[in-house]
Every structure is written in C-alpha cells, then in structure tokens.
C-alpha cells in the first residue's frame, strides 16, 4: 500500500468516526440514552450498523469517548490537572486563579452539560451510568480540592474554611446542572455565569 493511498484510508476512517460520534451525540440529546440505539446511530450517520460496531463495541463506549473529548477539547490524552489552564490558573493570585477555574470551567461546560445530562438522567434506571457519573462527580471534587488547596496555601481562604468545604462549594456552583438551569433554561450568557460564579466564589472562598 502506497503512503498515499494509506493516507486516504486514514483521513476516511477519522471522518467516519467523527460522524458516528457527532450523530451519536445529536440522538443521546434528543431522545436520550435509553432511547437512543446502534441502529439509529448508524441510520443518521448513514453508515452500516456493522461498521458502528466494528469502530465501537457498544453505545456506552460512544458515550465514553463523547465525554472524554468534550470534557478535554481534544482527543489529546492529557489529564484536566495537567491541562495548561490548570497551571496557570495555580500560579495566579487567589482572586485572578478564582476567574480562570470559572472560565475553564464555563468553556468546559459549554461543550459537555448537554452529554452530562444525558448521564445524569439516565443513572436511575442504569447501573453502568449510575457509575460513570458518581466518576464525573468525584473526577470534578478532586480537581476542586486541588484548586482549594491552591488557595490555602496563598493563606487566601476565609477564616474557619476548611479546603474540603471550600471544595464542596465551588464543586456546588460549577455542577453542570447550575450551568444548564440559567445558561440553557433562564437564558443567561456564558459571560453573565462566569461574572456571577467568579463573584459568589470570591465572596465564599476568600477572606476580607
């Protein structure tokens, strides 16, 4: 096989998948998981259902990788901790890392809160669900106790706070669940929910 023939083979494959993904995420929003089958996946990304199961071996596994890149951005395998904002966002003044967690979190929001929805309401029913997002959960409070201990260490927290109640409350106003209620429901801008999770973190988190 020739480097040029090899190539094309590859870019067709990438674009398969990305419309098996796409159309996978459109029918996980709109019907929901449950709802939601191989068949149909193939179906609205007019592929063979065989081809959906050969690239992915079940629908939990396309939800999987939905998550995975709409949480990072990219299909870069590098953790949220050891992502560049993150580190950035440490090395800031208390005030400053405060409004660059909201904006990571507002951009990672944007992309995700629709899929994490999806998990959300299906966990009552679904047992593998139920799991992934008690993991979703745990996944956002460690990156939230790093982020509160970060501010400890800047002597920045309110007196009496301890860096796990802090966490608990920047886990609370960042819950995709408040994202979607005033961003999707009440029709907040982006900007309008990073200005007031930056103000109420700041008032929350930090002393005089």
């Known amino acids: 096989m020739s480097e040029r023939t090899a ?30 089958t191989m068949k149909a996946i193939a179906e609205r990304a007019g592929m063979a259902v065989q081809s959906l199961y050969f690239t992915f071996a079940n629908k939990r596994a396309i939800l999987v990788e939905l998550l995975d890149t709409d949480i990072a951005g990219d299909a870069e395998p590098i953790a949220t901790m050891d992502r560049p904002w993150f580190a950035e966002a440490l090395a800031a003044p208390a005030r400053e890392q405060i409004r660059l967690q909201v904006v990571a979190a507002a951009e990672i929001l944007a992309r995700v809160a629709p899929l994490l929805e999806v998990v959300r309401s299906a966990a009552s029913t679904d ?13 956002r409070l460690i990156v939230q106790q790093r982020l509160a201990a970060e501010l400890a260490t800047k002597a920045a927290l309110r007196e009496g706070l301890s860096v796990e109640r802090a966490a608990d409350i920047a886990l609370a106003l960042t819950a995709p669940e408040t994202y979607r ?17 930056t103000e109420v973190l700041v008032a929350q988190l930090l002393g005089g």
């Open 181 to 197: 209620l005033l961003v999707g429901e009440r029709g907040w801008t982006s900007q309008e929910w990073q200005r007031w999770a």
């Open 7 to 36: 190539g094309v083979r590859a870019a067709k494959t990438t674009a398969n998948r990305t419309r098996m993904l796409s159309a996978a995420r459109e029918l996980f929003i709109e019907r929901g998981y449950a709802a939601t």
């Open 127 to 139: 047992a593998e669900l139920a799991e992934m997002w008690r993991t979703n959960v745990e996944q």
